[in-house]
């Protein structure tokens, strides 16, 4: 049975339309992630399934049952905030109290849950002290707590740690995924950090402009991208996108780059790649620095990072098309060096005009 | 406040603000030693005021005079129920205001904003024919309704509510919170502050408050304490009774004395403009 499920779901604000013919099942348990720009109705979409926003057209359902009639607190859904949204004047405690009292909780049971909540989180400390005497990171804890102690078949996360610093980010990143593995609750991340959404996703909604884009495992979303948008929102540094006039060779696709470079693909070929002009898509790590005179491309680096493991070099093509490039930890490579590009073209994508992706091997 | 702030003030602040306090206080304390006097001393020279022999016996007159037992009970009173009563309607209109969606919200704000443009003495002549066509004059609903529509506290309430972020409304109501119970438990008691400076300035200013009681109270049994000792000033106690007099103005001064005492903390904040803190 699905954790939950949106069918055709649609919300507009006014005239403006929000989120558009959504649908989406979310397997029991399951971390699924909601991944787009600033404005694309990821938090709407979490706000819907939460009963603060009323949708306009389709269905919700969570563990079966339909809820968009419901109001926030039927739902049995917990949320966590991105300022936090802790009762200021309550301590700790009754902040975790609060709901499970609201709901008819026995008060054994309120501090039974409320002493496994703490020691999972490690917030006994301040118990008694209320959120204004807390750091950001333990005002967060503090919120996933009151997550926590209620129980919930659901739980929704909107951005929750984009105000932590980034070691603290990075901590509590790690502590989500733990408490997932404890739990086995479905859960529902909202963030516009791609990062986030690869470590913590078993899958990723990639949303834009009020629409699903894409939705698959981690792996599926950064290697077979659905579209442009996705590759290029996937990934750092940036994904290469290139315009490119494709052509068939032989079934297969081969594409043919600004500075006249012909790059072979594994790709099948798709007559859709012929019309319009296609773009090429190739993630720095496929783009390797070698020798002058070796590889497919010669080009010149302008701008060399060094950091540490390995060495990004922004390099033009002989057109002047620049591409993010990779080179090993220790290259010795300076701005200005003449250098040659090995390209893979097997790990290389094309989109057609409307954006779709098409990628080596099976579908 | 933190002390280091405090600490580094400069020595001529320091003895500037001394002796402006001071000159304020001044006026006070001639009101407080000629309450001191018998006032028979008094009406041969005022003078004698800095000398003993100094004596209670105007506040064991005024305790002993009933009227001003009265008098102070209808103050308290009044201005209790008044303040009672613009806390209750502010803060349900501000929530309304800031947090429920209906037609005409903006406008009806609006109106309420005029309301504060507009000076009592426009209307006072109008509100004295209804409460005379009503006979409602010379009861405390008469004291105290007018000062019910107060359209600062409407105000106050409204931006403090909407100063209040929506997400702690929506995680009550995650929490499985009734609208109401978001109200009571919730948002009302994040308004504590909004709620002491509006109570303590509806206090004062219905215990100040002349010109409405003036006019309305007529009935000596009826006067709040301001009225009743602007009263007393016009029979032979003005002329004769200087002592008693200003025993009557210390006393009917005490009760704001001691709310002021109480809610220190809150005034200060008030008038430093940092309620929102
Ligand atoms: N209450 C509202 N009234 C009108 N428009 C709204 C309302 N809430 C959101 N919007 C609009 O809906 C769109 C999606 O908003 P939403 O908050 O879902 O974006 P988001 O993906 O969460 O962005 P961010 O990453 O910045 O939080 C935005 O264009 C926003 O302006
Ligand atoms: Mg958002």
């Known amino acids: ?363 | 406040m933190s002390s280091a702030a405090v600490r580094r003030v400069p020595r001529a602040a320091v003895i500037g603000v001394t002796m402006a306090a001071g000159l304020m206080v001044l006026p006070m304390l001639w009101v407080l030693i000629l309450s001191l006097k018998d006032s028979s001393a008094l009406m041969a020279d005022t003078t004698t005021a800095f000398s003993p022999p100094w004596t209670l016996v105007n506040y064991a007159n005024i305790v002993g005079d009933g009227q001003v037992a009265v008098w102070l009970l209808n103050s308290t009173i009044v201005s209790l129920l008044m303040t009672g009563g613009v806390l209750f309607l502010s803060s349900l209109a501000g929530y309304g205001f800031a947090r429920l969606e209906f037609p005409g919200r903006n406008i009806l704000f609006i109106v309420v904003l005029f309301g504060l443009a507009i000076p009592e003495q426009a209307v006072i002549i109008g509100r004295h024919q209804l409460f005379a066509a009503a006979e409602m004059h010379n009861t405390y609903t008469a004291l105290v309704m007018p000062g019910l529509s107060a359209p600062f506290g409407v105000f106050l309430m409204t931006q403090y509510f909407r100063a209040i972020p929506r997400e702690i409304d929506e995680a009550a109501m995650l929490d499985g919170a009734s609208r109401f119970r978001v109200f009571w438990r919730v948002l009302l008691p994040l308004t504590v502050p909004a709620q002491a400076t509006l109570g303590i300035f509806t206090f004062f200013h219905a215990w100040n408050d002349y010109w409405w009681p003036l006019i309305s109270a007529t009935n000596r049994d009826m006067l709040t304490l301001t009225v009743g000792i602007a009263a007393s000033q016009q029979n032979f106690a003005q002329a004769e009774g200087l002592g008693f007099l200003m025993a009557q103005a210390v006393f009917a001064g005490l009760p704001v004395l001691i709310i002021y005492v109480i809610f220190q903390k809150y005034i200060v904040r008030a008038v430093a403009g940092a309620a929102g803190q």
């Not at chain 1, 300022?83 to 609201?102: E, I, K, Q, S």
Request: glycine share 10%; proline share 4%; aromatic share 4%.
């Open chain 1, 1 to 363: 049975m699905a954790g939950v499920e949106l069918s055709g779901v649609s919300k507009r604000f006014g005239d403006v339309s929000v989120i558009d013919n959504v649908s989406l099942e979310i397997a029991q348990g399951e971390f699924v992630v909601f991944l787009g720009p600033s404005g694309c109705g990821k938090s709407t979409l979490l706000r819907l399934v939460a009963g603060l926003e009323q949708l306009d057209e389709g269905a919700i359902l969570i563990d079966g049952n339909r809820v968009d009639n419901l109001p926030p607190g039927k739902r049995d859904v917990a949320m966590v905030f991105q300022h936090y949204a802790l009762y200021p004047h309550m301590t700790v405690r009754d902040n975790l109290a609060f709901g499970l009292r609201n709901t008819g909780v026995s008060e054994d049971e309120i501090g039974g849950r409320i002493a496994t909540a703490v020691e999972k989180l490690e917030i006994g400390d301040f118990l008694q002290r209320r959120p204004g005497q807390l750091s950001g990171g333990q005002k967060q804890r503090v919120a996933i707590a009151r997550a926590i102690v209620k129980q919930p078949k659901l739980f929704l996360f909107d951005e929750p740690l984009s105000n932590l610093d980034a070691a603290l980010r990075a901590r509590t990143r790690i502590e989500l995924a733990q408490l997932h593995q404890q739990l086995r609750t479905t859960m529902i991340f909202v963030t516009h950090d791609q990062v986030e959404a690869m470590t913590l996703a078993d899958r990723i909604v990639v949303i834009n402009e009020r629409r699903i884009e894409q939705i698959g495992t981690p792996m599926e979303v950064y290697r077979r991208p659905a579209t442009s948008f996705v590759a290029s929102f996937v990934g750092t540094p940036k994904i290469n996108l290139v315009p490119v006039t494709a052509a068939n060779a032989g079934g297969l696709a081969a594409a043919r780059m600004p500075d006249g470079t012909l790059l072979e693909t594994t790709i099948p070929w798709d007559e859709a790649l012929a019309r319009d002009g296609a773009t090429l898509g190739l993630r720095p790590e496929n783009v390797r620095i070698t020798g002058a005179t070796q590889g497919q491309a010669p080009a010149t680096a302008r701008v060399v990072e060094r950091l540490g493991e390995r060495t990004i070099v922004y390099a033009a093509l002989a057109d002047g098309t620049l591409l993010t490039t990779e080179d090993r930890g220790d290259s010795t490579v300076q701005p200005g060096d003449e250098v040659g590009l090995a390209i893979d073209g097997n790990a290389a994508h094309l989109f057609a005009a409307d954006g779709t992706g098409h990628h080596a091997g099976a579908a």
